[in-house]
C-alpha cells in the first residue's frame, strides 16, 4: 500500500514532498488492472501456518524463474518479512478495496517523480506503474526486468542504484 499512500500524500500535502517514487502500484478506481483470479486467490488464502502461508504468497512475491535460482529463500528471507497476523492482512485488503483511487488527480503532481515495478510483478502488474508514469507529467518510468513485486529484495544493488540516481538528479 506504501505506493498509494505516497500517492495521496503527495497530492494532498504537495509542499510535504520534494521527490515522489511510486514502487509496485496502482493508481486505483476502474482504471487500474487487477491482479488475475489465481492471484488473487492465493493472496486471499489465510490457511496453514506462518511458514506454509509464507511458502504460497512466495510466488506473489518473486518470478518462478528467480525462485529456482535460490530455491533457499525463506531460510534466507530477513525476520522482518514474515507475514503480518490475518487480521492485518484483511484490514489491508479492506482499505486497498475501498480506496477511491487516484488515477484522475495524478496530473495534479508536480514533483519529479518516478514509477518502479517489475517486468514479472503479478500482484501490481506493470500496466498499472505505466498508467501511473503516463498520468504524472515528465514521470521516468522504470520497469527492471524479471523483477516481481518484491524486486527490491531480488535485485537490490540494481534498485539502490536506480533510486540513488532519482534522488541526485
Request: glycine letters at 6%.
Amino acid at each position: 500500500m506504501g505506493g498509494m499512500i505516497a500517492q495521496e500524500v503527495a497530492l494532498s500535502n504537495p509542499e510535504k514532498v520534494d521527490k515522489l517514487i511510486i514502487y509496485a502500484s496502482i493508481c486505483g478506481g476502474n482504471q487500474s488492472v487487477a491482479p488475475t483470479p489465481e492471484v488473487l486467490k492465493i493472496f486471499s488464502n489465510q490457511s496453514g501456518s506462518m511458514t506454509e502461508r509464507l511458502q504460497s504468497f512466495l510466488p506473489l512475491l518473486f518470478p518462478e524463474e528467480w525462485r529456482d535460482k535460490n530455491p533457499n529463500l525463506i531460510q534466507d528471507l530477513p525476520k522482518s518479512a514474515e507475514l503480518s497476523p490475518i487480521t492485518t492482512l484483511n484490514l489491508q485488503t479492506e482499505a486497498i478495496t475501498k480506496w477511491g483511487g487516484t488515477c484522475n488527480r495524478l496530473s495534479s503532481i508536480t514533483q519529479p517523480t518516478m514509477v518502479l515495478v517489475g517486468t514479472d510483478d503479478v500482484l501490481t502488474v506493470p500496466a498499472n506503474s505505466i498508467l501511473i508514469a503516463e498520468k504524472i507529467p515528465a514521470a521516468w518510468l522504470v520497469q527492471i526486468k524479471g523483477g516481481g513485486h518484491a524486486m527490491m529484495m531480488q535485485y537490490p544493488d540494481k534498485f539502490s542504484n536506480i533510486v540513488d540516481t532519482f534522488l541526485k538528479s
